[in-house]
């Protein structure tokens, strides 16, 4: 299977066009909407708020000669309205993630839904053997998370980063689940090991026994009866926890959790033309 970055430096610089929108590389003069995304609180309420000037003079300054990076402009002309990105997904090898941001002048007229359709489209079509790609929004953002669902993405896993609950999305058709299928029961132990130390480390994972062997009679009572892991473990969280992330430990002792998973929603997509660039950035 040929690597997330591989593909994208062979392809890379691609034009994308939708109806509305067209997806075009970054460049310098997109500098100022790269600034804008990054600073503008409503743009960034579920991003962990406004970006440092060192963060905003990096971004500016690697944009435009990273690939997978596209600034979004009305396909009538004029200037960016956001920034669309596919790139490897640092939670995990082999696989591809994509990003969006828009302004607000731009919000509510589903051009968001646009362009990340195409982006998404384009991958799936440039890349076939590309591997399973995701999008990842907190779970709060309901905005981002309806736009994703509209696409026909569905809720694989939920996660804790930046102290806050995230959904982890992918295309429900059938081939990205059954490459799904494949990196999961491949990574499935490493997985619930990494969501484990992450739930041991929050508040209420400290709170937890070391050893949960030890637990009485009627705090095992209290527990929630959740014994669906891999390995069939107890859940050493109480009944009706919340987030629904079930935590318990491995035989070697380790704490590892995993969770329930969502029922997938039909595919559905903008259709997109596709260019390719004749220059490297």
Known sequence: MESVESALARL???VVRADRV???PVTAQDAPVVRAL????????FLGGPASEERVATRQRKYPTTPGVWAVAPAAGGEAIGLVSIT??????????VSYRLLPSAWGQGLGREAVGAAVEWWSAAVPDGGPLIAVTQERNT??????ESLGMTVLDTLLEFGEP????????????LRWARVLDERREDVERRRGAEARATAVGRT?????????????ARLCPARHGAYGRICAHEKDHTPDLHLGRAADGAWIAWLDRAEPAPPAGPAVSVERGTTRS
Do not use: F, I, K, N
């Not at 905005?143 to 994703?148: D, E, G, M």
């Not at 995230?166 to 689940?177: H, R, S």
């Open 166 to 177: 995230q959904c982890l999305y992918t295309p429900g058709d059938e081939d990205t689940a």
């Open 208 to 220: 937890l026994p070391d050893d949960l062997s030890a637990l009485t009679p009627e705090r095992m």
């Open 38 to 45: 990054l600073t503008d609180a409503r743009v960034r309420a």
């Open 12 to 14: 890379w610089p691609a």
């Open 143 to 148: 905005a981002s998370r309806r736009l994703l």
């Open 88 to 97: 490897a997904d640092s939670r995990c090898a082999d696989r591809a993630e």
């Open 22 to 24: 067209v997806l075009r």
